[in-house]
């Protein structure tokens, strides 16, 4: 595995701007080696390792793209014109010539007849006992579909690095591909830390609470090219931080960790990467967000994400998921945004990234959840998508576009 050097991040700020951040991941971070095939119906969600060139055209051979009766357009004339009717080919029939000056039932999928280049549709039709009647005008090459017309013989039908979902899942099956050199998935480790977190199932003690971003992290997790090890809880102590990041390193891609990255005394995370690797930035301008880490020890890199649960969810999408699609070798993904109108006020800071969560209700307009708070779940539950405010930004009127990300492309 190719590790990365403790100070192959040559950045010497600590408050990076989000866009700083991805620029940073993408220029250092190498993807891992490793190769696998796999069978295509447990590639979903895979990487792509080299171009799939097509073996065969798509589709295969000329077809009928409708149920209706196939002809040679230069049998038309200036007038309408009868075909008599002779034969039929349905899906999965050899072609036939089409004996000339005729028209010939055909099925959607049957090969086209030889010598036939046009379809008139069963419902356009007009029959006349055992022939078909054709007005002048019609189209050249309607209704059927030439071999190749989706992929050519020989052409990439889908490049290195592609992120396998189920478009591409079907393409590759249409090409007749059974098997795919994938890359070999991320292998991520998820801890939480904090004295007060409490797994689910597991009694609540006074001044607990239950762990949810290892579960909200994991969930997010599912759907990037990566093998997760619930590596649990930590708790707040530099030593068993430390000596449980020394561990995951060795055997894992990247480490993620949420809480104890700020400032305070029981933050611990920060302390433990320097000690014994290197610290690359450990502040975000990103609301919610600030405060996050990102290290190398071993050769892994490590993101300290922050407690609080919303934050915790920005962070990941703003700096785990483009880290773990680079080291998966997959082509960037860029976060899905869509302008939509604003239907509230609201004043921000400059030089800093905000993301509200919002409804989208008809018009379509973008309202604000009504509640603030990085730790509110529910924020996350009763709204659509993440409102997206840049960092010159500092007063938002009711109508000004903003970009949105819906939860439905990014959870
Ligand atoms: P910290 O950054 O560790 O000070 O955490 C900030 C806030 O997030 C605190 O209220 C923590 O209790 C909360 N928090 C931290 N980790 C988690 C977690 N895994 N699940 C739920 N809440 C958490
Ligand atoms: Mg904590």
Same mark, same amino acid.
């Given at each position: 595995m190719a590790q990365l050097s403790d100070d192959c991040f040559?950045?010497?700020?600590?408050?990076?701007?989000?866009?700083?951040?991805?620029a940073l991941i993408a220029e250092r971070i190498p993807p891992i080696e490793g190769l696998e095939r796999v069978a295509l119906a447990q590639a979903h969600g895979r990487v792509l390792a080299g171009g799939l060139v097509a073996r065969t055209p798509l589709p295969p051979f000329f077809n009928s793209a409708v149920d209706g009766y196939a002809f040679a357009h230069a049998s038309l004339g200036a007038e309408a014109t009868r075909l008599p009717l002779a034969g039929r080919l349905a899906a999965g029939d050899a072609a036939r010539p089409l004996p000339p000056g005729t028209a010939m039932r055909v099925l959607t999928g049957a090969p086209m007849p030889e010598g036939a280049d046009t379809v008139m549709m069963q419902e356009d039709a007009v029959l006349e006992g055992d022939a078909l009647l054709l007005p002048p005008g019609l189209k050249r090459g309607a209704n059927c579909r030439p071999a190749g017309e989706d992929v050519p013989q020989g052409a990439e039908a889908l490049p290195a690095g592609a992120l396998l979902t189920a478009p591409e899942i079907g393409l590759a099956a249409a090409l007749g591909f059974a098997v795919l050199d994938c890359r070999r998935p991320v292998r991520v480790g998820v801890f939480s830390t904090g004295n007060e977190l409490a797994s689910p199932g597991q009694p609540l003690g006074p001044a607990q609470t239950y762990d949810s971003n290892r579960f909200t992290l994991m969930a997010m997790l599912a759907r990037l090219p990566v093998v997760v090890t619930d590596l649990g809880i930590l708790?707040?102590?530099?030593?068993?931080?430390?000596?449980?990041?020394?561990a995951a390193a060795c055997d894992h891609d990247v480490l993620i960790t949420?809480?104890?990255? %700020?400032?305070?005394? &029981?933050?611990?995370?920060?302390?433990?990467? &320097?000690?014994?690797? %290197?610290l690359v930035f450990w502040r975000l301008a990103v609301k919610p967000g600030r405060p996050a880490a990102l290290g190398v020890?071993?050769?892994?890199?490590?993101?300290?994400?922050?407690?609080?649960?919303?934050?915790?969810?920005?962070?990941?999408?703003?700096?785990?998921?483009?880290?773990i699609l680079r080291l998966a070798g997959a082509i960037e993904q860029p976060l899905p945004r869509f302008p939509v109108p604003a239907g509230f006020h609201h004043r921000k800071k400059a030089g800093r990234r905000e993301y509200l969560r919002v409804r989208i209700e008809p018009g379509p307009v973008a309202?604000?959840?009504?509640? &603030?708070?990085?730790?509110?779940?529910? %924020?996350?539950?009763?709204?659509?998508?993440?409102? &997206?405010l840049p960092e010159e930004m500092t007063q938002l009127e009711p109508g000004t576009l903003v970009q949105v990300l819906p939860f439905a492309a990014i959870f």
């Open positions: 040559a950045f010497g700020g600590q408050l990076l701007s989000v866009d700083a951040a991805a708790p707040d102590r530099e030593d068993a931080t430390r000596a449980a990041l020394a949420s809480g104890g990255v %700020s400032a305070g005394e &029981e933050d611990h995370v920060r302390a433990a990467i &320097e000690s014994f690797g %290197s020890v071993g050769g892994t890199p490590v993101l300290g994400l922050p407690g609080n649960p919303v934050a915790a969810v920005v962070c990941f999408l703003h700096l785990a998921r483009p880290l309202q604000r959840f009504e509640r &603030e708070g990085a730790g509110l779940l529910t %924020s996350l539950t009763q709204s659509h998508a993440f409102c &997206e």
